[in-house]
């Protein structure tokens, strides 16, 4: 069975700082990968995915994500935050075969500081 | 391309009434997803339809919650009775076929009093 853990539930970064937000995956297989964001009262929107291949994804809005299989790792970065940036995210891992099913991690509230 | 479609967008009832939430997803997408999130905590996975069928409710409380999605294309999540700790965001998302991205809507949040 997959699981997905996010270390830090609340982070804080000063605006124009770099960021990375953690996330640990267990799967018995490589996983796809994939981050989310979440504004307040919104859905859910894809920030980026990996399936194979390059192990750094980029994606939307300046960010990117690295997988490391030795450390079961799949961290979001962005080398300077913008005060937009200030949301939910949130690792999620799917499952390779099967119904494709999605485990999500229990979030980061990232705060920017003006 | 129009994405998820949900409503209502908040809902407020008293426990023991009844609820539905309505879905509709991305045209062509043939998965469409149920979630439960809960204040401080990530989705959790309700129920996943492929087609009109299901493939996995194995988390869906079936005393009190249904869903059906008679056409294969949009759905109903339905809550009778509702208890408390039902107060949560209910999100849908849907997919194509095999292992493409969902694509979420905006959530109906639902308080019960």
């Known amino acids: 069975a997959q699981s997905v853990t996010q270390p830090d539930i609340h982070i804080t970064v000063s605006e124009g700082a770099s960021l990375e937000l953690r996330c640990n995956y267990s799967?018995?297989?490589?996983?796809?990968l994939f981050w989310y964001v979440q504004s307040p009262g919104q859905g859910l929107q894809l920030l980026l995915k990996?399936?194979?291949?390059?192990?750094l994804v980029q994606g939307i809005k300046g960010f990117e994500a690295e997988f490391k299989r030795s450390q079961s790792s799949f961290n979001l970065r962005k080398p300077s935050v913008h005060w937009s940036d200030a949301a939910e995210y949130f690792c999620a891992v799917g499952a390779t075969s099967g119904t494709y099913k999605y485990i999500f991690g229990t979030g980061t509230r990232l705060k920017v500081l003006a | 391309e129009a994405g998820v479609a949900q409503s209502p967008r908040y809902k407020i009832i008293e426990k023991r009434q009844s609820v539905a939430f309505w879905c509709n997803p991305i045209?062509?997408?043939?998965?469409l997803y149920w979630y439960q999130q809960i204040l401080g905590q990530g989705p959790k996975l309700l129920i996943q339809?492929?087609?009109?069928?299901?493939?996995?409710d194995s988390q869906l409380p079936k005393d009190r919650f249904s869903a059906e999605r008679l056409k294969g294309v949009d759905s109903t999540l339905k809550i009778q009775p509702a208890k408390l700790e039902d107060s949560a965001v209910y999100l849908c998302?849907?997919?194509?076929?095999?292992?493409?991205?969902?694509?979420f809507g905006d959530g109906t949040r639902l308080s019960i009093l």
């Open positions: 045209s062509g997408h043939a998965t």
């Open positions: 339809f492929q087609n009109n069928g299901v493939v996995d």
């Open positions: 998302a849907s997919s194509g076929q095999g292992h493409q991205p969902q694509h």
């Open positions: 799967y018995g297989a490589t996983p796809y």
């Open positions: 990996y399936f194979s291949g390059d192990t």
